[in-house]
């Protein structure tokens, strides 16, 4: 069975909400308990608001996996990129003035979590949910 | 027109009620009417029911920090009710206790604790 | 000397299907009898078992045919089949017969078989070749009723996991608005979460604000399970409940000291007993000693 692919575009922190609830909404239907779905919707949320600001822009791509036992989102942008990844990740750090907590907290709440960026690469930051 | 969160007031509080997903416009423009709402009347405490909120990531979290301190700025004091276990969760695994911010069960119980946080302050 | 490849068998010259069909009732009752020399079936689940076998044999009737491969019989026109085994799985567990009987009885359908197709005769090669077929996928049916097995026992596993889950974090309402939860056992990360959750969503639903964590049962207070603790309490008070921390015996105290472990902010009593009162105190409510003493 070919997966079920949603891609979602990040242009302004309006879209941000509509990938979120699409994210909530998948999670809820695959049957992640309420509070796992929420956790995924959140990082979704940072990731998405993190591609909108930083990134200048981009795009989610949600996927099934294993028929629903997880879910998969990637987010890309062609941003000017992370130069310093480690440095990111670590909790209050923020180049804008706004992102603290947001990249190091959406690791928390999944259960991969990979990133990809170099300075003026843009970034792709893949994270997946499983069930449980 | 930018839609706007309605803020009803109701014995002394300004009350509101959040029952849709709030887009980050729509959260900054709540924390600049809450904050001409309480220079212009007499109320002396905000109560924001997020009951209906399924989600509250950081932005959002610190636009509630931000509206507790500016109402302490302001002489009032903000409580926030009614946040769902699920988004709980998630804001302390997140990182975000909101240590400066009132919290209680629903609104019957966030008015006692303004009453009682007002009776506290000079 | 040639050795004959499954490609080399001609098919159609057995007609396994209705060699099986038309002898049914005298395969299943060869087979019965061979199984009951080696296991008896319990006399109340004996009809049971003769009727599980027929319809066994029945499907096997049905979805073989002299060109089936081994591998076949995980495919779909063998669901029936299949289907007749998790039935046998079953009623042999609730004999409570070993894993290896089980796959042994299915699998002593072979002689019986080997009966049949030495009766319909034949030349000596395409015999030994149909014989072999025969018995390779007669073995993997055994080996799939093994499997049943192992999934069976993973369910029951699973459900027990769960049932220590609820047992182990009993959320008791102590008084209207007041929750007590007796923390027992290792606090590992997946349990904590889930019963975390739990707890949060009593709260909710008993419209609780004071909600004490009783750790008397927890073996051990380390970095990790402190972590655990604050984290609760921190998303109680997001909710608008309070927490008291309870049972901190005297030589935990000592650990977490020794191991640098800080509950900061968080409430604490030594017994029970005294976050009860203070919970009740919060409250609102009075407690009265009848004999003081």
Redesign the interface.
């Given at each position: 069975m070919p997966s079920e692919r949603e891609f979602w575009p990040l242009k302004a922190t309006r879209d941000v909400g509509d990938a979120r609830r699409a994210v909530h909404a998948a999670a809820r239907s695959a049957g992640f308990?309420s509070?796992d779905a929420v956790r995924l919707a959140t990082a979704a949320s940072e990731l998405g608001r993190n591609a909108v600001i930083h990134g200048k822009g981009g795009r989610m791509t949600l996927e099934r996996l294993d028929e629903g036992a997880g879910i998969r989102l990637e987010f890309r942008d062609e941003g000017p990129g992370i130069p310093d990844i480690e440095q990111a990740l670590v909790d209050g750090f923020s180049s804008t003035g706004s992102m603290g907590f947001g990249l190091g907290g959406a690791r928390r709440l999944v259960h991969s979590f990979q990133i990809e960026s170099g300075a003026g690469e843009g970034t792709r930051i893949t994270v997946v949910r499983w069930r449980? | 027109m930018t839609p706007r969160i309605p803020i009803l007031e109701l014995e002394g509080a300004l009350l509101v009620t959040v029952q849709v997903d709030l887009d980050d416009q729509l959260a900054v423009q709540l924390e600049e009417d809450l904050g001409a709402a309480l220079a212009r009347s007499s109320a002396r405490g905000i109560i924001i029911d997020i009951s209906g909120l399924e989600l509250v990531d950081t932005f959002l979290s610190r636009i509630l920090a931000q509206i507790a301190s500016m109402s302490r700025v302001l002489g009032a004091e903000a409580v926030?009710?009614?946040?769902?276990?699920?988004?709980?969760?998630t804001?302390?695994?997140l990182g975000m206790?909101?240590d400066g911010v009132s919290?209680?069960?629903?609104i019957d119980?966030?008015i006692a604790?303004l009453h009682a946080l007002l009776a506290e302050s000079p | 000397m040639r050795r004959p490849a499954d490609t080399d068998f001609p098919k159609g010259l057995y007609m396994i299907s209705d060699l099986i069909g038309e002898n049914a009732e005298a395969l299943l009752d060869d087979w019965l009898e061979a199984a009951d020399r080696v296991s008896r079936a319990r006399p109340e689940l004996a009809h049971e078992r003769r009727l599980q076998a027929r319809s066994f044999i029945e499907q096997l009737g049905q979805s073989i045919d002299d060109d089936t491969r081994p591998e076949d019989v995980r495919s779909a026109p063998w669901s029936g089949v299949r289907e007749t085994l998790d039935a046998i799985v079953d009623t042999h567990l609730d004999e409570g017969k070993a894993p290896a009987d089980i796959a042994f009885f299915v699998m002593s359908i072979k002689r019986p078989l080997h009966r049949l197709l030495v009766m319909r005769g034949g030349e000596p090669d395409d015999m030994l070749r149909v014989i072999w077929r025969v018995d390779l996928i007669v073995d993997r049916l055994g080996l799939y009723t093994a499997e049943i097995q192992i999934r069976r026992k993973e369910q029951v596993i699973a459900r027990q996991q769960e049932e220590i889950l609820e047992l182990s974090s009993p959320v008791v309402q102590v008084w209207d608005g007041v929750l007590a939860v007796p923390l027992i056992g290792t606090l590992d990360s997946?349990r904590t979460?889930q019963v975390?959750?739990t707890i949060?969503?009593a709260?909710?639903e008993t419209?609780s604000?004071q909600v004490i964590l009783d750790i008397t049962g927890v073996p051990t207070v380390d970095t990790q399970v402190a972590h655990h603790l604050l984290?609760t309490v921190?998303?109680?008070?997001?909710?608008?409940?309070e927490a008291i921390v309870s049972g901190i015996r005297p030589q935990i105290a000592q650990t977490m000291v020794h191991l640098g472990v800080d509950l900061g902010q968080v409430v604490t009593k030594a017994r029970l007993s005294d976050a009860l009162k203070l919970a009740f105190r919060r409250g609102g409510l009075l407690v009265s000693g009848g004999a003081a003493n």
């Amino acid at each position: 069975m070919p997966s079920e692919r949603e891609f979602w575009p990040l242009k302004a922190t309006r879209d941000v909400g509509d990938a979120r609830r699409a994210v909530h909404a998948a999670a809820r239907s695959a049957g992640f308990r309420s509070a796992d779905a929420v956790r995924l919707a959140t990082a979704a949320s940072e990731l998405g608001r993190n591609a909108v600001i930083h990134g200048k822009g981009g795009r989610m791509t949600l996927e099934r996996l294993d028929e629903g036992a997880g879910i998969r989102l990637e987010f890309r942008d062609e941003g000017p990129g992370i130069p310093d990844i480690e440095q990111a990740l670590v909790d209050g750090f923020s180049s804008t003035g706004s992102m603290g907590f947001g990249l190091g907290g959406a690791r928390r709440l999944v259960h991969s979590f990979q990133i990809e960026s170099g300075a003026g690469e843009g970034t792709r930051i893949t994270v997946v949910r499983w069930r449980r | 027109m930018t839609p706007r969160i309605p803020i009803l007031e109701l014995e002394g509080a300004l009350l509101v009620t959040v029952q849709v997903d709030l887009d980050d416009q729509l959260a900054v423009q709540l924390e600049e009417d809450l904050g001409a709402a309480l220079a212009r009347s007499s109320a002396r405490g905000i109560i924001i029911d997020i009951s209906g909120l399924e989600l509250v990531d950081t932005f959002l979290s610190r636009i509630l920090a931000q509206i507790a301190s500016m109402s302490r700025v302001l002489g009032a004091e903000a409580v926030l009710v009614g946040m769902r276990p699920a988004v709980a969760v998630t804001l302390v695994e997140l990182g975000m206790t909101l240590d400066g911010v009132s919290t209680a069960l629903d609104i019957d119980r966030g008015i006692a604790r303004l009453h009682a946080l007002l009776a506290e302050s000079p | 000397m040639r050795r004959p490849a499954d490609t080399d068998f001609p098919k159609g010259l057995y007609m396994i299907s209705d060699l099986i069909g038309e002898n049914a009732e005298a395969l299943l009752d060869d087979w019965l009898e061979a199984a009951d020399r080696v296991s008896r079936a319990r006399p109340e689940l004996a009809h049971e078992r003769r009727l599980q076998a027929r319809s066994f044999i029945e499907q096997l009737g049905q979805s073989i045919d002299d060109d089936t491969r081994p591998e076949d019989v995980r495919s779909a026109p063998w669901s029936g089949v299949r289907e007749t085994l998790d039935a046998i799985v079953d009623t042999h567990l609730d004999e409570g017969k070993a894993p290896a009987d089980i796959a042994f009885f299915v699998m002593s359908i072979k002689r019986p078989l080997h009966r049949l197709l030495v009766m319909r005769g034949g030349e000596p090669d395409d015999m030994l070749r149909v014989i072999w077929r025969v018995d390779l996928i007669v073995d993997r049916l055994g080996l799939y009723t093994a499997e049943i097995q192992i999934r069976r026992k993973e369910q029951v596993i699973a459900r027990q996991q769960e049932e220590i889950l609820e047992l182990s974090s009993p959320v008791v309402q102590v008084w209207d608005g007041v929750l007590a939860v007796p923390l027992i056992g290792t606090l590992d990360s997946y349990r904590t979460q889930q019963v975390t959750e739990t707890i949060l969503e009593a709260v909710v639903e008993t419209r609780s604000e004071q909600v004490i964590l009783d750790i008397t049962g927890v073996p051990t207070v380390d970095t990790q399970v402190a972590h655990h603790l604050l984290k609760t309490v921190a998303a109680l008070r997001l909710m608008g409940a309070e927490a008291i921390v309870s049972g901190i015996r005297p030589q935990i105290a000592q650990t977490m000291v020794h191991l640098g472990v800080d509950l900061g902010q968080v409430v604490t009593k030594a017994r029970l007993s005294d976050a009860l009162k203070l919970a009740f105190r919060r409250g609102g409510l009075l407690v009265s000693g009848g004999a003081a003493n």
